[in-house]
């Protein structure tokens, strides 16, 4: 049953993840935290780690599209690696409960900003 609902939660995350371009970690985190009771410093860890398989199949596709620029890529890129190497350092010292309310008001403040967000014209 505990594979069924992870390779539930996995599909439900892979599909928000191409349908929305997310790293699939804001819905997968709290699916793992509140159904699978996993701890949320080890949902987060997971949460990075399924991103790359993911990701290499989303690039794929959307390669033959022509929608990713590499030289933006490659500098977000960079300093993602860095604030990764900074964030990993200290995450662990980080209480579970000041950790989600953390992640819940990213993705409150997130969600507020693209909810509220006035449409620029299409180039």
């Known amino acids: 049953m505990t594979v069924l609902l992870t390779v539930g939660i996995g599909l439900i995350v892979g599909v928000m993840s191409g349908l929305l371009g997310i ?8 699916l793992m935290v509140f159904i699978l ?14 991103i790359i398989p993911t990701s290499l199949v989303a690039i794929y596709h959307l390669h033959q599209d022509k929608l990713v620029d ?20 200290f995450v662990q010292y980080i209480p579970a409960t000041e950790l989600k309310r953390i992640f819940g008001i990213f993705v409150i403040f997130t969600g507020g900003r693209m909810l509220l967000a006035k449409r620029k014209p299409a180039k």
């Open 23 to 30: 790293g699939g970690g804001v819905v997968m985190v709290p």
């Open 37 to 50: 009771g996993i701890g949320q410093h080890m949902a987060q860890g997971i949460s990075m780690l399924v």
């Open 70 to 89: 590499y030289r933006i890529a490659a500098y977000l890129a960079a300093g993602a690696i860095c604030g990764a190497l900074i964030s990993a350092n």
